[in-house]
């Protein structure tokens, strides 16, 4: 019964900020890798950000680099996702998924590498 539920998403207008929250129930948070993927309306669903297990190694697509920044609370077995500088084009809805770590403390760029998804977040940004 792995869960995860995402949170956080909602109207902002462009350059404001607003911070996803994930979380994860079930089972033991702390050894699932964690990604963040959009799918804005018309368009393929795309990376966002991954995270491994651990926090230590992360990857962000090049179009948020900078202004997004994910972190994890493995005690309360939450990953986070802060998004500042938002522009309108970051309008999506907003999953996060989790997969299983290896013995590696990796991340995950491809969304076929993941075994849970969330229900997704709606974020609109006005302009």
């Known amino acids: 019964q792995v869960r995860l539920v995402e949170s956080g998403g909602g109207l902002v207008q462009a350059g404001g900020s607003l911070r996803l929250s994930c979380a994860v129930s079930?089972?033991?948070?702390?050894?699932?890798?964690m990604g963040w993927f959009r799918q804005a309306p018309g368009k393929e669903r795309e990376i966002v950000g991954a995270?491994?297990?651990?926090?230590?190694?992360?990857y962000y697509a090049d179009s948020v680099k900078g202004r997004f920044t994910m972190s994890r609370d493995n005690a309360e077995s939450t990953v986070y996702l802060q998004m500042n500088s938002l522009k309108p084009e970051d309008t999506a809805v907003y999953y996060c998924?989790?997969?299983?770590?290896?013995?590696?403390?990796?991340?995950?760029?491809?969304?076929?590498?993941?075994?849970?998804w969330g229900q997704g977040t709606l974020v609109t940004v006005s302009s």
């Open positions: 079930g089972r033991a948070f702390s050894r699932y890798a």
């Open positions: 998924a989790s997969r299983p770590s290896d013995y590696s403390d990796e991340y995950y760029a491809r969304e076929s590498e993941y075994y849970r």
């Open positions: 995270i491994s297990w651990s926090g230590g190694r992360t």
